[in-house]
């Protein structure tokens, strides 16, 4: 592997290949993942600098029999951006293709390299005028390339979609080193195959992603949150239809929490000072972007929850008073999976049931978990506007959080996928599969489903170079 390392270094630089040859670089920051349960071991870190690169990294892998395991911003959920143990493989960081090519305000498009930061993206989008919608927990470290991946959600995927429905086109390098081009801002072509969709999502098995050309959006007039309490999920589901009927495309964000995912939040960063939490079972917090004006959309903010509250189905509320506080709305939301990370190890999930289903999905699936491990404590909260749920299991108070998932993570695990499964749902909603759920797939995914999936695999990476075991496993 020598020879393959000189290789490398001779295409991308020395200072952009880095291995455990020198004492005095840590490679942590690729080789662990972002929740600190696994850690690999690379043969390299590679950091090319242009599409041009990445294609001569793979087609010297490819010729030497190395695995790539392409990388963003490494805040995966599933471990599926991070090496194995085998110190075999190449971990191909996009950390350096960073840029905005090009914005089309006409075509309301924006065109970024891989490596670009979420937040960047989003932040060149509103210089230029613009929205780019898409909002999770991570933007400040994840990338465009990861988010294409995994087919990211977030919190307004309600209005706007997953990543997928915010990409026109990609450029991506094949398993044998050839440049795609497909960065065309077309909403329509109907010329073959949709390659675009099936690399997207895809969680770097089948290409690495190079570039994107994303749909942009006019800013809204006014953008207005509003924090509810609500005496059930039941509720939360008819507050969500009574949302989307009086707010209509202006609902653009609809997220549930519930009482003991606040009271984490409440007791590990009580400067946050969460609201009605202790009042209710469940919060839900409400995003009404307006395209008129303040006024309009505050207008019709209080006609929605003073309908709800005369329906019953909120108990009490407030609404923003202004752009701070609406932040300060959101940063209690998004603060969830730090505190339950500060109260210890947990079980995580990331599903999706059909709305309509959820309140008796969680019902039943709560009430199953606390007769199997008394004591239990369920960390619910998530998308409910999509019907993705971050259904999440935390030790019983006091319990060592290590020996919990020890000795009951596969148990956790299989009850509530055979849940999901009997309310026709799915086990991944939008962190992917990644290495995590790699061994459950084939219990929850329709045969014929991954017969195929096994079968495009085959044909675009017929060596299986490209993120090995991931997604399909061992059987690709």
């Known amino acids: ?64 029999g190395a695995a790539i395991v392409p990388q963003g911003g490494n805040t995966g959920l599933v471990v599926g951006g991070v090496p194995d143990n085998t110190g075999t493989q190449i971990v191909l960081s996009l950390g350096r293709m960073h840029a905005v090519r090009a914005i089309d305000p006409a075509n309301l498009t924006i065109t970024v390299e891989a490596g670009c930061v979420l937040q960047n993206l989003q932040a060149a989008a509103e210089a230029a005028g613009f929205l780019f919608p898409l909002s999770l927990g991570a933007e400040g470290s994840c990338t465009i390339g990861g988010n294409l991946g995994t087919n990211a959600g977030g919190t307004q995927v309600l209005r706007y979609g997953n990543t997928r429905e915010l990409c026109l086109g990609l450029e991506v390098v094949t398993a044998q080193g050839d440049i795609w081009h497909g960065l065309s801002g077309l909403r329509k072509d109907n010329t073959g195959y949709d390659l675009r969709n099936l690399m997207i999502g895809s969680e770097g098995t089948l290409g690495v992603i190079t570039a994107a050309t994303m749909k942009l959006y006019p800013q809204p007039a006014a953008q207005l949150t509003a924090w509810a309490a609500v005496p059930s999920m039941q509720a939360a589901v008819e507050l969500l239809g009574l949302a989307q009927q009086r707010l209509g495309p202006g609902l653009t964000g609809f997220e549930v929490m519930g009482q003991f995912a606040l009271s984490l939040v409440d007791t590990h960063y009580p400067q946050l000072r ?28 209080e006609a929605l929850l003073e309908a709800a509250l005369n329906a019953g189905c909120v108990s009490d509320a407030v609404v923003a008073e202004n752009l701070t506080q609406a932040r300060g709305l959101w940063h ?47 960390v619910d909260f998530g998308h409910l506007g999509d019907g993705n749920l971050h259904y999440n299991v935390q030790a019983p108070q006091g319990a060592d959080g290590n020996a919990f998932l020890r000795d009951y993570e596969d148990q956790v695990n299989t009850l509530v996928f055979d849940q999901v499964k009997r309310f026709d749902g799915s086990i991944s909603a939008e962190h992917g599969v990644g290495e995590l759920k790699v061994g459950k797939l084939p219990l929850y995914k329709d045969p014929t489903a991954l017969a195929m999936m096994r079968a495009v695999k085959q044909a675009l990476d017929p060596q299986n170079i490209m993120n090995p075991g991931r997604v399909l496993g061992s059987e690709e």
């Open 274 to 301: 969460v609201p009605l939490w202790q009042e209710t079972p469940w919060c839900v917090l409400l995003e009404n972007s307006d395209s008129e004006n303040e006024a309009h959309a505050r207008s019709q903010f």
């Open 1 to 64: 592997m020598n020879l393959l390392i000189d290789h490398l270094r001779h295409i991308c630089g020395d200072a952009h290949v880095l291995t455990h040859d020198d004492p005095s670089t840590d490679l942590s920051a690729w080789e662990l993942d972002w929740r600190k349960r696994i850690r690999g071991r690379a043969l390299a870190v590679v950091r090319p600098g242009n599409t041009a690169e990445v294609a001569a990294v793979v087609k010297a892998c490819a010729a030497a």
């Open 332 to 378: 209690i939301r998004e603060s969830i999976t730090l505190a339950q990370a500060d109260e210890g190890l947990n079980i995580k999930h990331d599903i999706s049931i059909p709305v309509s289903r959820i309140p008796d999905f969680v019902a039943e699936t709560d009430a199953l978990l606390a007769h199997h491990i008394p004591g239990v404590r369920m």
